[in-house]
């Protein structure tokens, strides 16, 4: 198995729907519409981002920041490259 590729994020909870937002500086802009309560908006940014790269919401886990609005993410599963391509990123 691969190693994960990791990504940086800007977390928005409490937003009006899920959705990728872009790039924010160096970091991918997830916004949420779950609250940052009790791992709800976490779970939501998984989710979400499993979503749109066609993965399992266990193929993508929050490394760091659980707590904060900038995270780290390991994706399972798939190249960089093809990470990439997937969320339209450069």
């Known amino acids: 198995?691969?190693?994960?590729?990791?990504?940086?994020?800007?977390?928005?909870?409490?937003?009006?729907?899920?959705?990728?937002?872009?790039?924010?500086g160096d970091r991918l802009k997830i916004r949420v519409a779950a609250p940052p309560e009790d791992g709800r908006a976490n779970a939501a940014i998984c989710r979400t981002l499993a979503d749109a790269l066609g993965?399992?919401?266990?193929?993508?886990?929050?490394?760091?920041?659980?707590?904060h609005p900038e995270k780290t993410i390991a994706i399972r599963g798939l190249a960089p490259d093809e990470v990439r391509r997937r969320l339209g990123l450069p």
Not at 11 to 22: C, E, F, L, M, T
Not at 55 to 67: F, M, N, Q, T, Y
Request: hydrophobic share 40%; no cysteine; charged share 25%.
């Open 1 to 24: 198995m691969s190693q994960p590729v990791t990504i940086r994020i800007k977390a928005v909870p409490g937003s009006r729907k899920d959705q990728i937002a872009g790039m924010l």
């Open 55 to 67: 993965l399992k919401e266990r193929d993508v886990e929050i490394l760091s920041g659980h707590a």
